[in-house]
């Protein structure tokens, strides 16, 4: 019986980054994009060695699997998340250097494999992947594979399960809901420059300058996923939403803003007692802070902080 040779295993092995950056554009979540790409692997490895010998590309294989893992896993998290408590964002990403730790079995916390890391670009913007978010898993799974990882229609339709045309269509439809829901963020100089502005505003709990650099109808979404305090319905308005982060500050007087990377964008991390308790991406419209996406759920948190983001996280963002 014939055995892989050392050269197809590391070809195999290889393809992981690739696969790890599929699903969380995806699914939106290191944690499944992990699992999807463990149970990849899990079927591949299932597969005699005689079976694995008579696939000419184990890249296109493990990609056609991966995908319709991730199906799957869109069509259960829309239920799981219309269970969620208060509202569900995507788990923000660091720097690579500013990348702590990552899940490991049994929910333990070991230092983050270089080669599962996320690539950082336009397609895991924040504002990217909530749009992301709204799409039906097949228009998802089609964009992505499509527009993002330039995949042909051809392929795409074999890996979805529908034609070509109709890939077109779900790509398209993707696409249409881009234009319409994203906002222009703008050179990554300008917001950091706009970013740091907030920080300071923020932090000296100036009303009228957060007003100044909020626009009118600036919108905050915070998500503690029940275990952290959260605002369970999106902050609107730029005065409500001025007075909303200044009350918390008020009520949290030892909390440490830092500038960070979120998702490839300048953004805000908050510490309390040296534990990450919130990140903070930002949307941009007009020159003015347009869209705030707080996470504050503390296993969206883990590669943020030293400890896993076990440590106690001040409990009254939920105003």
């Not at 079927?43 to 995908?67: D, F, K």
């Not at 779900?170 to 970013?195: F, I, M, N, W």
């Not at 100036?206 to 009118?216: E, F």
């Amino acid at each position: 019986m014939s055995t892989p040779s050392e050269p197809e295993l590391s070809a195999v092995i290889g393809e992981r980054r690739r696969l790890t950056n599929l699903a969380y554009r995806m699914l939106g979540s290191v944690a499944e994009a992990e699992d999807a790409v463990q149970e990849t692997y899990a079927r591949w490895y299932a597969m005699p060695p005689a079976r694995q010998a008579e696939i000419e590309s184990p890249g296109a294989w493990l990609t056609t699997v991966a995908s319709r893992v991730c199906l799957d896993v869109l069509g259960s998290a829309r239920v799981r998340r219309e269970r969620y408590v208060g509202e569900w964002i995507p788990e923000p990403l660091p720097d690579r250097s500013e990348w702590v730790g990552g899940r490991a079995d049994g929910g333990r916390d070991e230092p983050a494999d270089p080669a599962d890391r996320v690539t950082l670009d336009e397609s895991v913007h924040m504002a990217f992947l909530v749009v992301l978010e709204s799409m039906t898993p097949a228009e998802r799974v089609a964009f992505v594979l499509h527009d993002v990882f330039r995949y042909p229609f051809a392929e795409v339709a074999r890996i979805v399960g529908r034609s070509a045309p109709a890939c077109r269509q779900l790509a398209a439809s993707a696409r249409r809901r881009l234009r319409e829901a994203r906002a222009d963020t703008g050179p990554a100089a300008g917001q950091a420059v706009l970013v740091r502005e907030f920080k300071e505003a923020w932090r000296a709990k100036d009303i009228a300058a957060l007003v100044g650099l909020l626009d009118p109808d600036a919108t905050m979404v915070t998500d503690g996923g029940g275990l952290a305090g959260a605002a369970l319905r999106p902050v609107r308005g730029g005065e409500r939403l001025a007075e909303y982060l200044c009350h918390f500050v008020d009520r949290v007087p030892a909390l440490v803003l830092l500038e960070r990377t979120v998702n490839g964008r300048p953004g805000l991390v908050a510490q309390h007692a040296g534990v990450t308790v919130t990140v903070a991406a930002f949307g941009l419209a007009g020159g003015r802070v347009h869209r705030i996406w707080a996470v504050r759920n503390p296993e969206k948190l883990r590669p943020w902080t030293r400890d896993g983001g076990s440590g106690a996280a001040p409990q009254s963002w939920g105003g």
